[in-house]
């Protein structure tokens, strides 16, 4: 799925579900395309749709004009601390508060609970983001990933995705445009993502065959194919 605002994100659209990306959400937008073996399981609005042999729409088709989109969910200040903290192949428990750039490499684990405020997020292959308790966690610059990171509740925690909520402050590039890199925020291949993911002003980008529960906000959307999406 690409969802954006002029320039868009996928050629004309406001709202693209690419080959074997699903999403099992209501969805609307000015205009929308569905590809070949593309899915969308609930009801879509739009005024201009276009969805090629093979994709799937599983709800009903209503007209877009006059909706208005929800609001966008407030982003709290950011005030990031100095210390860097770096998470290297163990398990670090972290206690809440303000640091620097968080680098959690590749098969660390990095557990959290309460607030915190950094300046950049960074994770390695395989690494693991794990909330024991109600997490807010709070990025004043951009995340990057590697493949197969999670993010969510930790064993034993009885956590769902709306008890962790991921806020990312940055912007795409140097200038912030829809085309600019590295992205805001940029998850790999095979993620599993557990949270309410908040980023105001630049593109989340989720990789190919990734699983999302939770919820997406951000400027710019870009869902890549094999990628399933729910609540």
């Known amino acids: 799925m690409a969802v954006g605002k002029s320039p868009y994100l996928y050629q004309d659209f406001q709202l693209a579900v690419l080959t074997k990306a699903a999403v099992e959400q209501n969805v ?50 950011v005030a990031p601390g100095v210390a860097a903290v770096t998470v290297a192949k163990k398990t670090l428990v ?70 962790i909520r991921l806020e990312v402050s940055g912007v795409n590039g140097g200038n912030g445009d829809v085309m600019s890199g590295p992205k805001a925020a940029n998850f790999g291949t095979w993620c599993e993502l557990h949270a309410i993911i908040v980023v105001p002003s630049g593109t989340l980008v989720v990789g190919p065959y990734a699983t999302v529960k939770g919820a997406l906000f951000a400027r710019d959307v870009d869902i890549e194919q094999h990628t399933k999406i729910s609540t």
Not at 44 to 50: I, N, P, Q
Not at 60 to 71: I, K
Not at 114 to 123: E, K
């Open 28 to 77: 609307f937008a000015d205009s929308v395309f569905v590809a070949n073996k593309g899915s969308i399981g609930a009801d879509v609005a739009t005024d201009h749709l276009t969805a090629e042999p093979g994709s799937v729409i599983g709800g009903a088709v209503s007209p877009y004009a006059g909706l208005s989109m929800p609001a966008f969910p407030p982003v709290a200040p």
């Open 94 to 163: 972290l206690e809440a508060g303000a640091y620097g750039a968080v680098d959690v490499q590749q098969g660390a684990t990095l557990r959290l609970a309460g607030l915190y405020q950094v300046a950049s997020l960074n994770l390695g292959e395989s690494a693991r983001l794990e909330a024991t308790a109600p997490l807010e966690l709070r990025v004043a610059n951009r995340v990057q990933s590697a493949a197969k990171v999670f993010i969510g509740p930790a064993p034993g925690s009885n956590l769902t995705a709306k008890g």
